[in-house]
């Protein structure tokens, strides 16, 4: 009688597990992400420790222009963390499917969200239990050849029940080196740039309709047969696709989550203000523009503004930062090696030689370094 009891509370258990499940705010905003792919948020690798393939970050944003471009990338090389998310077009909330590759990239050194001229209102993480998907079209499986010459033609019944939010799962398999997918219409215009010979590989790609333009044309021909969606591309065999949907519940339970750093209006002769994380992994860097330079002289200077991180101490790490050249990362007075600069908890006063002077006028620069927290950048005359 034991055991039955025993075995009657782990079923409940786990039917109370797979109930429970919910959308889990783990940032809370704003933060802006600016123009000229100069700012970035990394989520912290906290996040991810129990997170398994298949679970779904949702970036909730606003302000964002009609060119806006969003980023999921590694902290470490600032590169995707997969190739479909190096970079992409932004309309309403966007979000990533996990990897194996991609968690053990998040585990290590957390997530950055880049891109430009949107802000991030909150970011979320999902279970991949809370998400729904269903088959909408079963093949035959298409083989798609090197020379782009093939196309499966999807019907409208397909898409009938798709929502602003849902995500399209193209099921794929004999991935080949260099495979791509390029998605078109019923007049054979890509649906979008994003999927306009996007990489592919594994077994699946997720197409997330965040634009209520995209769900509009793949309903345009309504429940017929009539072909809404051709799927192209090389290298690979498309088997089957499905709609996935959200039928999880949203968490109310904040407690856990990262919070971006408080945003300030920039005041006169200000060129950063906020509190910028460069972290003992040497993670951080922050990009500035040329814009503010334009009528600066050896005269000025940069006075440079930051806190300690009490942490780096105990890790073993000198605080400290570098100036290097907007483009190429060289030092930015031409020097062939770095010029570091050690942290003592006073600002550092940084002046122009003609050199540098160059430099930032045409390239701006990029601030780098280890152990502290920038709170202000100003430009000041010393006349």
């Given at each position: 009688?034991?055991?039955?009891?025993?075995?009657?509370?782990?079923?409940?258990?786990?039917?109370?597990?797979?109930?429970?499940?919910?959308?889990?705010?783990?940032?809370?905003?704003?933060?802006?992400?600016?123009?000229?792919?100069?700012?970035?948020?990394?989520?912290?690798?906290?996040?991810?420790?129990?997170?398994?393939?298949?679970?779904?970050?949702?970036?909730?944003?606003?302000?964002?222009?009609?060119?806006?471009?969003?980023?999921?990338?590694?902290?470490?090389?600032?590169?995707?963390?997969?190739?479909?998310?190096?970079?992409?077009?932004?309309?309403?909330?966007?979000?990533?499917?996990?990897?194996?590759?991609?968690?053990?990239?998040?585990?290590?050194?957390?997530?950055?969200?880049?891109?430009?001229?949107?802000?991030?209102?909150?970011?979320?993480?999902?279970?991949?239990?809370?998400?729904?998907?269903?088959?909408?079209?079963?093949?035959?499986?298409?083989?798609?050849?090197?020379?782009?010459?093939?196309?499966?033609?999807?019907?409208?019944?397909?898409?009938?029940?798709?929502?602003?939010?849902?995500?399209?799962?193209?099921?794929?398999?004999?991935?080949?080196?260099?495979?791509?997918?390029?998605?078109?219409?019923?007049?054979?215009?890509?649906?979008?740039?994003?999927?306009?010979?996007?990489?592919?590989?594994?077994?699946?790609?997720?197409?997330?309709?965040?634009?209520?333009?995209?769900?509009?044309k793949l309903q345009l021909v309504g429940?017929?047969?009539?072909?809404?969606?051709?799927?192209?591309?090389?290298?690979?065999?498309?088997?089957?696709?499905?709609?996935?949907q959200f039928v999880g519940e949203v968490?109310?339970?904040?407690?856990?989550?990262?919070?971006?750093?408080?945003?300030?209006?920039?005041?006169?002769?200000?060129?950063?203000?906020?509190?910028?994380?460069?972290?003992?992994?040497?993670?951080?860097?922050?990009?500035?523009?040329?814009?503010?330079?334009?009528?600066?002289?050896?005269?000025?200077?940069?006075?440079?503004?930051?806190?300690?991180?009490?942490?780096?101490?105990?890790?073993?790490?000198?605080?400290?930062?570098?100036?290097?050249?907007?483009?190429?990362?060289?030092?930015?007075?031409?020097?062939?090696?770095?010029?570091?600069?050690?942290?003592?908890?006073?600002?550092?006063?940084?002046?122009?030689?003609?050199?540098?002077?160059?430099?930032?006028?045409?390239?701006?620069?990029?601030?780098?370094?280890?152990?502290?927290?920038?709170?202000?950048?100003?430009?000041?005359?010393?006349?």
């Amino acid at each position: 009688m034991k055991t039955m009891r025993y075995i009657l509370i782990c079923v409940l258990c786990s039917v109370f597990c797979a109930l429970s499940a919910t959308e889990r705010t783990i940032l809370i905003g704003p933060k802006t992400i600016g123009k000229a792919w100069r700012d970035n948020i990394v989520l912290e690798a906290r996040h991810f420790a129990h997170a398994k393939a298949g679970d779904v970050l949702t970036v909730y944003n606003d302000k964002a222009k009609r060119t806006a471009q969003g980023a999921f990338q590694n902290p470490t090389n600032w590169q995707g963390v997969a190739p479909e998310y190096a970079y992409f077009g932004i309309n309403g909330p966007f979000r990533m499917t996990l990897t194996d590759d991609i968690i053990r990239i998040a585990r290590e050194q957390g997530i950055a969200i880049g891109g430009h001229d949107y802000r991030i209102t909150q970011v979320t993480l999902s279970e991949a239990s809370d998400y729904q998907e269903t088959i909408v079209w079963r093949g035959p499986s298409v083989m798609m050849k090197n020379d782009w010459s093939v196309n499966a033609e999807i019907p409208g019944k397909a898409f009938v029940n798709l929502r602003q939010g849902d995500a399209i799962r193209f099921h794929i398999s004999k991935a080949q080196a260099g495979a791509a997918m390029k998605l078109s219409d019923m007049t054979w215009n890509v649906l979008d740039p994003s999927v306009d010979g996007v990489s592919v590989g594994g077994d699946n790609y997720t197409w997330y309709i965040y634009d209520q333009a995209l769900q509009i044309k793949l309903q345009l021909v309504g429940n017929t047969m009539n072909t809404a969606m051709r799927v192209g591309g090389k290298g690979y065999c498309l088997d089957k696709i499905g709609l996935v949907q959200f039928v999880g519940e949203v968490s109310e339970d904040y407690s856990q989550a990262q919070r971006a750093p408080k945003e300030y209006v920039l005041q006169p002769g200000e060129i950063f203000h906020g509190e910028k994380a460069f972290p003992n992994d040497w993670s951080g860097n922050l990009r500035i523009s040329a814009a503010p330079f334009q009528k600066c002289t050896e005269n000025d200077v940069l006075l440079i503004s930051y806190t300690i991180d009490p942490t780096a101490k105990a890790a073993g790490v000198t605080p400290q930062l570098s100036l290097r050249e907007g483009r190429n990362w060289t030092e930015i007075t031409g020097s062939a090696e770095p010029i570091w600069y050690s942290l003592d908890g006073n600002d550092v006063v940084y002046m122009f030689d003609p050199v540098a002077l160059d430099n930032v006028k045409t390239r701006g620069f990029i601030l780098t370094g280890v152990g502290f927290t920038l709170t202000r950048i100003e430009l000041i005359s010393v006349q």
